[in-house]
C-alpha cells in the first residue's frame, strides 16, 4: 500500500512515513488520508491524546476503540488490527431521497438513505474529498441555475470547515436548500442564489449553525462537491 509523508504539527508525534507493516503505521496511514486526528476525535469522541498514543509503538489497543476508529475512517478493522485487508477499493456514500430546493424551499424530512458506492480514488484524487462524511442528495428547482439544474444529484461534504465560501445545502425558513454561501467583513452570512431573479438574504453569525439543524435561523450542512447532472 502507498505510503503518505506527513505534515509536522503541534499534537501526536510527527511521522515522516506511515508504515502500512506496523499497527501504529495503518492507523496513521488510515488518518492521513482521511483528514486529521482532531477530525477522528470529534466523529468518534476518542481524545487526541488518545489517537496519537495509539499512533505510538507498543500501544495497548481497546478492541471497541478499534471498531469505532475503523469505522469512521472507513477501513476494515481486521486490516487496523492485523493488516490482514486493505483500504477498500470502494466506498459507499448516503444517498438521501431528501430534495434541498434551488427555489422556495421543502419542507425537511426525515428521509432513508441508500449506499451509492464510488471508487476511493475518485473521491480522494480526483476530487480530493476525505470519503467520511459524504453524503448524496437531490436538487429541486431553478434558483442556482446555470450552476445547477432541478434534478441534479448533489454530493455534499458536510466536514467541518472554518472557511465558509461556495455553494452549499444549508437549512432555513424551515426547508433544505442548496445556496451560494459567503460571509462579510463583520462575519455575517450571506446566502444568494445564481439565479438573479431571487433575492439574497443576511444572516448574523449568532443565528448560524453548522451541522444539524439546531433551531437557529440558518444551519450550514456541507459544501456542494460535485454535481450530477442528466444528459
Excluded at 208 to 221: H, R
Aim: hydrophobic share 40%; proline share 6%.
Amino acid at each position: 500500500m502507498e505510503t503518505i509523508p506527513s505534515r509536522r504539527r503541534r499534537g501526536p508525534p510527527s511521522r515522516q512515513i506511515a508504515d502500512s507493516a506496523t499497527r501504529e503505521g495503518r492507523l496513521a496511514q488510515a488518518i492521513q488520508r482521511y483528514g486529521s486526528a482532531r477530525q477522528l476525535h470529534l466523529a468518534t469522541g476518542i481524545s487526541e491524546s488518545m489517537i496519537g498514543k495509539y499512533q505510538r509503538p507498543g500501544a495497548d489497543w481497546k478492541p471497541s476503540k478499534i471498531a469505532d476508529m475503523a469505522a469512521e475512517l472507513g477501513v476494515a478493522a481486521d486490516w487496523l488490527w492485523t493488516g490482514e485487508t486493505k483500504l477498500p477499493a470502494s466506498v459507499a456514500v448516503s444517498y438521501y431521497d431528501a430534495k434541498a430546493s434551488a427555489g422556495f424551499g421543502r419542507t425537511c424530512e426525515e428521509s432513508d438513505a441508500r449506499p451509492v458506492q464510488f471508487p476511493r480514488s475518485f473521491l480522494t484524487d480526483e476530487l480530493g474529498l476525505q470519503p467520511a462524511g459524504l453524503i448524496i442528495i437531490t436538487a429541486d428547482g431553478d434558483s442556482m441555475l446555470p450552476t445547477i439544474h432541478s434534478g441534479d444529484r448533489l454530493l455534499i461534504d458536510t466536514q467541518p470547515s472554518s472557511r465558509i465560501e461556495g455553494v452549499y445545502a444549508v437549512v432555513m425558513h424551515a426547508g433544505l436548500f442548496v445556496k451560494r454561501v459567503s460571509r462579510t467583513a463583520s462575519g455575517d452570512f450571506i446566502v444568494q442564489s445564481d439565479n438573479p431573479a431571487y433575492r439574497p438574504e443576511t444572516f448574523p453569525a449568532e443565528q448560524v449553525s453548522f451541522g444539524n439543524p439546531e433551531g437557529q435561523a440558518l444551519t450550514i450542512i456541507g459544501r456542494v462537491a460535485w454535481t450530477m447532472q442528466r444528459v
